[in-house]
């Protein structure tokens, strides 16, 4: 039994869709969210920020008694995951790795795509990762830069007008190209999963990234026997920018109301 909590990071909202498999998979665990509202999103910064954000992030969530790390962000994933691993004596997982496995997977085709934050689609980090895997697959990564805002901003529903222009023009090269699966390489993109979906059809797997991340994590922790036991686990949730606009906006991505107290941070003093 180990009743140590997970801690989970994004650059804002989109990690909340991993925290929400997290707990249902896991539903024993102390889990703590850390978003970084105030500096969001990531997806257009250099590598050199990247990696001091996502330094602070976990220097942060590093203050509570973790015994894992979970990056639910696409793009900390794809550019920081290496240094981050070698700097911390604790597991860290991030998305890249599990999206990989379950695309080579999926692929009917070995046409895969990858849509994501155009930090993670110039690491080239998912085309290594397949590659690795199966150097036969071909991989079609575009950054859709207008995804995050929009998701952050509750622009995700079928139907709105914007959302379907936006995601029509995106998803053009992945239709022409006839991929069968497509990475959600961004935890936002879930939301945009209908949308997503409608455009590409039914013959195309969608994988989403926070899943398949939270599974790999559940997987390690049954197989290392460090699962806390007892009374279902409490949740806490901190944010760099407003406490209140995160817990109106957080219910879409958690399935529901906030189920934990939301505090502000200042990210800078870590």
């Given at each position: 039994?180990?009743?140590r909590a997970i801690g989970v990071f994004d650059s804002g909202?989109?990690?909340?869709?991993?925290?929400?498999?997290?707990?249902?998979?896991?539903?024993?665990?102390?889990?703590?969210?850390?978003g970084d509202t105030g500096r969001v999103p990531y997806g257009?910064?250099?590598?050199?920020?990247?990696?001091?954000?996502?330094?602070?992030?976990?220097?942060?969530?590093?203050?509570?008694?973790?015994?894992?790390?979970?990056?639910?962000?696409?793009?900390?994933?794809?550019?920081?995951?290496?240094?981050?691993?070698?700097?911390?004596?604790?597991?860290?997982?991030?998305?890249?790795?599990?999206?990989?496995?379950?695309?080579?997977?999926?692929?009917?085709?070995?046409?895969?795509?990858?849509?994501?934050?155009?930090?993670?689609?110039?690491?080239?980090?998912?085309?290594?990762?397949?590659a690795a895997l199966d150097p036969g697959v071909e991989v079609?990564?575009?950054?859709?830069?207008?995804?995050?805002?929009?998701?952050?901003?509750?622009?995700?529903?079928?139907?709105?007008?914007?959302?379907?222009?936006?995601?029509?023009?995106?998803?053009?090269?992945?239709?022409?190209?006839?991929?069968?699966?497509?990475?959600?390489?961004?935890?936002?993109?879930?939301?945009?999963?209908?949308?997503?979906?409608?455009?590409?059809?039914?013959?195309?797997?969608?994988?989403?990234?926070?899943?398949?991340?939270?599974?790999?994590?559940?997987?390690?922790?049954?197989?290392?026997?460090?699962?806390?036991?007892?009374?279902?686990?409490?949740?806490?949730?901190?944010?760099?920018?407003?406490?209140?606009?995160?817990?109106?906006?957080?219910?879409?991505?958690?399935?529901?109301?906030?189920?934990?107290?939301?505090?502000?941070?200042?990210?800078?003093?870590?």
């Open positions: 039994m180990d009743k909202l989109g990690g909340l869709t991993a925290l929400r498999e997290l707990r249902r998979l896991l539903p024993g665990e102390e889990l703590v969210y850390f257009g910064r250099g590598k050199d920020t990247i990696l001091r954000y996502a330094r602070q992030d976990v220097a942060f969530l590093r203050t509570f008694d973790l015994k894992a790390v979970v990056i639910a962000c696409g793009t900390v994933s794809a550019n920081a995951l290496t240094e981050l691993r070698a700097e911390n004596d604790l597991p860290i997982f991030g998305v890249v790795e599990p999206a990989a496995r379950a695309a080579v997977a999926a692929t009917r085709k070995g046409k895969v795509g990858l849509i994501a934050t155009a930090a993670s689609v110039r690491s080239g980090a998912y085309e290594k990762a397949i079609r990564s575009d950054a859709c830069p207008l995804f995050v805002p929009l998701v952050e901003n509750g622009r995700h529903r079928p139907g709105d007008p914007v959302v379907e222009l936006v995601a029509r023009e995106y998803l053009a090269p992945m239709q022409e190209a006839g991929v069968d699966t497509l990475v959600l390489g961004c935890t936002h993109y879930p939301l945009l999963r209908e949308v997503i979906g409608g455009i590409m059809g039914p013959g195309v797997t969608l994988i989403d990234t926070g899943a398949v991340c939270a599974a790999e994590t559940a997987r390690f922790l049954v197989g290392k026997g460090l699962l806390a036991e007892g009374q279902a686990g409490s949740r806490r949730y901190f944010v760099s920018d407003s406490a209140s606009d995160f817990a109106a906006l957080a219910a879409p991505f958690l399935g529901g109301e906030v189920d934990g107290p939301v505090e502000r941070v200042d990210i800078e003093k870590y």
